[in-house]
């Protein structure tokens, strides 16, 4: 075994990558990361009992954050980036004498359950460590949501945790994951307003052109206001799409629409864009020798080869002019009409639609929401998503968040009385707003909670941000939810069976059996 790495719904056969990574990623660098995140929970020891003390370590608080965040799947893949990042975290457990554990990796544990508990508590927390570092990135940061980092992340080395002890610590990294997503809106609504409904063209205009891909709004922002007057039109990609629909971004003009789709489909629509290409985080992969001179990455994003954008300094911005340069020195994009799709559903949008929503709630006319959120994804199986959706009736509305919508935003699934069936909230990253919409549901609808609404949950997963958005959903008391394309290979036997017993989350199946449990309820 060269390797072991288990975190994604992509792993090898369902069990684990051992030679190398199905993403791409080489043994050097998980094991890399397995050294990395052994450093990080030293130092989430030593600053769990710091903070006891009244000590707070800001230093360490970003480096947890950033180093969770650089191992989340497809985020960074540079062995040299892994290294430095070591080596800071090697730093401070010298400043500080902090303890690291000798065993290293998910087979650390010896027991199947404890280490399927450690495992997800660990996903949970490298998702919700990146969310607070999108949060961290626009000048938002929570101490509270630190602290429960540290705790938690620490509590994956003791060996004298019970199971019971750590099902709470994943139900407690639930809360955190929304605690962390409503700062993370708050910080993406203060920097860029509430998104509005927008019509976005998936066309493409004649010119020199940028494709922006991954979710950090900043790097989009910076890369918008240095090419102000260039005569060079910025696109989104992926999980950049929603960008379209906040104000403080729509205003430029040179914004010029969605190129692509979701993640996996890169290389495909990477190597048919004549301009350049800006990662800002996960999830990319191998860039085909066609473009790689063409591409560039951001931030925590990484590929051996790949051009880096520096980190800002001194309160400047990014840099970006390498990516300018290179898209004026490409031949550009050429007119072609294109489908337009609308966005901008989130909470803000959605709760301004409220009267108009429960009123055709109440006559009938939407008679179910399916949340159908989370990752898009390679395999094959995924289809589902798109079976589904078009197997809903006329008389159902999707919400949706997250690069899964991919599978059916394209759809011509029409609108209720104005309403689109497909109501886009954002990126993962605004997964969020469907938990303030469902509260408001069950509010308006005058119910217990959210599982006594007309309402099914169908998610795709594919890295830990959706593993934080599941924590979430758990903690808010969410039952019913189905999760697919397979389920998580680091979920044991016995875990699998206390989240059927608590939660009654089930695997998706087939799309018409599925669809009739859905519409009864279940
Ligand atoms: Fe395998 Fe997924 Fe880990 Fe990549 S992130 S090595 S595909 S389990
Ligand atoms: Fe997608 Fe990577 Fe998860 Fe942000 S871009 S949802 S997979």
């Given at each position: 075994m060269n390797m072991f790495c288990?975190?994604?719904?992509?792993?090898a056969g369902n069990k684990g990558c051992t030679v190398a990574g199905v993403c791409g990623k080489p043994s050097e660098v998980a094991n890399l990361q397995d050294e990395l995140i052994a450093q990080l929970q030293g130092l989430a020891i030593w600053a769990t009992a710091a903070r006891q003390r009244g000590v707070i370590d800001d230093q360490i608080d970003l480096l947890v954050v950033e180093g969770l965040f650089l191992t989340v799947t497809n985020v960074n893949f540079d062995p040299k980036r892994m290294e430095q990042k070591i080596a800071q975290a090697k730093e401070l457990v010298k400043k500080t004498g902090a303890t690291i554990p000798s065993a290293l990796g998910a087979?650390?544990?010896?027991?199947e359950d404890l280490r399927s508990l450690k495992q997800l508590l660990l996903y949970g927390l490298k998702g919700l460590a990146a969310y607070a570092n999108h949060a961290y990135i626009l000048k938002k940061a929570s101490p509270e949501i630190f602290a429960f980092i540290h705790k938690a992340l620490a509590a994956t080395v003791?060996?004298?945790?019970s199971a019971d002890e750590l099902v709470g610590l994943v139900l407690a990294a639930g809360q955190n994951g929304v605690a962390v997503m409503a700062l993370l809106d708050k910080a993406n609504t203060e920097a860029y307003g509430h998104p509005v409904i927008t019509k976005v063209a998936t066309g493409t205009k004649a010119g020199k052109a940028i494709l922006v891909s991954g979710h950090d709004l900043l790097d989009l922002d910076e890369l918008l206001q240095q090419t102000v007057g260039k005569g060079i039109n910025v696109y989104t990609h992926g999980e950049m799409l929603p960008a379209n629909a906040y104000p403080g971004l729509k205003k430029y003009p040179h914004l010029a629409g969605n190129y692509g789709t979701a993640w996996h489909a890169q290389q495909r629509e990477f190597a048919n864009f004549p301009g350049a290409i800006l990662f800002t985080t996960n999830c990319i992969q191998k860039p085909l020798p066609s473009y790689q001179s063409n591409l560039f990455t951001a931030g925590l994003a990484g590929w051996p080869g790949v051009s880096h954008i520096a980190d800002r300094a001194d309160g400047k911005q990014k840099d970006f002019s390498a990516v300018i340069q290179k898209a004026l020195s490409l031949p550009g994009l050429s007119d072609k009409p294109g489908k337009e799709l609308t966005i901008g559903f989130a909470h803000n949008t959605i709760l301004s639609l409220a009267d108009k929503v429960v009123a055709a709630v109440k006559s009938g006319a939407i008679k179910r929401f399916f949340v159908m959120a989370g990752c898009d994804g390679?395999?094959?199986?995924?289809q589902y998503f798109t079976d589904l959706a078009q197997a809903l009736p006329a008389d159902t509305v999707i919400l949706t968040a997250g690069c899964a919508k991919f599978r059916y935003n394209q759809l011509e699934l029409g609108d209720i009385g104005g309403i689109p069936r497909v109501l886009d909230a954002g990126q993962c990253n605004d997964s969020y707003s469907l938990a303030v919409v469902a509260l408001k549901l069950v509010e308006v609808f005058g119910v217990k909670s959210v599982n006594e609404l007309p309402l099914s949950f169908d998610l795709g997963w594919y890295e830990q941000k959706a593993v934080i958005v599941l924590l979430a959903l758990l903690y808010l008391g969410v039952k019913n939810i189905r999760l697919g394309p397979t389920v998580p290979a680091f979920l044991s036997p016995n875990v699998v069976r206390v989240l059927v017993e608590k939660f009654a989350i089930k695997p998706t199946g087939e799309v018409k059996a599925d669809l009739a449990e859905m519409l009864a309820g279940r």
């Amino acid at each position: 075994m060269n390797m072991f790495c288990y975190q994604c719904q992509e792993t090898a056969g369902n069990k684990g990558c051992t030679v190398a990574g199905v993403c791409g990623k080489p043994s050097e660098v998980a094991n890399l990361q397995d050294e990395l995140i052994a450093q990080l929970q030293g130092l989430a020891i030593w600053a769990t009992a710091a903070r006891q003390r009244g000590v707070i370590d800001d230093q360490i608080d970003l480096l947890v954050v950033e180093g969770l965040f650089l191992t989340v799947t497809n985020v960074n893949f540079d062995p040299k980036r892994m290294e430095q990042k070591i080596a800071q975290a090697k730093e401070l457990v010298k400043k500080t004498g902090a303890t690291i554990p000798s065993a290293l990796g998910a087979l650390a544990e010896k027991n199947e359950d404890l280490r399927s508990l450690k495992q997800l508590l660990l996903y949970g927390l490298k998702g919700l460590a990146a969310y607070a570092n999108h949060a961290y990135i626009l000048k938002k940061a929570s101490p509270e949501i630190f602290a429960f980092i540290h705790k938690a992340l620490a509590a994956t080395v003791r060996s004298d945790i019970s199971a019971d002890e750590l099902v709470g610590l994943v139900l407690a990294a639930g809360q955190n994951g929304v605690a962390v997503m409503a700062l993370l809106d708050k910080a993406n609504t203060e920097a860029y307003g509430h998104p509005v409904i927008t019509k976005v063209a998936t066309g493409t205009k004649a010119g020199k052109a940028i494709l922006v891909s991954g979710h950090d709004l900043l790097d989009l922002d910076e890369l918008l206001q240095q090419t102000v007057g260039k005569g060079i039109n910025v696109y989104t990609h992926g999980e950049m799409l929603p960008a379209n629909a906040y104000p403080g971004l729509k205003k430029y003009p040179h914004l010029a629409g969605n190129y692509g789709t979701a993640w996996h489909a890169q290389q495909r629509e990477f190597a048919n864009f004549p301009g350049a290409i800006l990662f800002t985080t996960n999830c990319i992969q191998k860039p085909l020798p066609s473009y790689q001179s063409n591409l560039f990455t951001a931030g925590l994003a990484g590929w051996p080869g790949v051009s880096h954008i520096a980190d800002r300094a001194d309160g400047k911005q990014k840099d970006f002019s390498a990516v300018i340069q290179k898209a004026l020195s490409l031949p550009g994009l050429s007119d072609k009409p294109g489908k337009e799709l609308t966005i901008g559903f989130a909470h803000n949008t959605i709760l301004s639609l409220a009267d108009k929503v429960v009123a055709a709630v109440k006559s009938g006319a939407i008679k179910r929401f399916f949340v159908m959120a989370g990752c898009d994804g390679r395999l094959k199986e995924r289809q589902y998503f798109t079976d589904l959706a078009q197997a809903l009736p006329a008389d159902t509305v999707i919400l949706t968040a997250g690069c899964a919508k991919f599978r059916y935003n394209q759809l011509e699934l029409g609108d209720i009385g104005g309403i689109p069936r497909v109501l886009d909230a954002g990126q993962c990253n605004d997964s969020y707003s469907l938990a303030v919409v469902a509260l408001k549901l069950v509010e308006v609808f005058g119910v217990k909670s959210v599982n006594e609404l007309p309402l099914s949950f169908d998610l795709g997963w594919y890295e830990q941000k959706a593993v934080i958005v599941l924590l979430a959903l758990l903690y808010l008391g969410v039952k019913n939810i189905r999760l697919g394309p397979t389920v998580p290979a680091f979920l044991s036997p016995n875990v699998v069976r206390v989240l059927v017993e608590k939660f009654a989350i089930k695997p998706t199946g087939e799309v018409k059996a599925d669809l009739a449990e859905m519409l009864a309820g279940r």
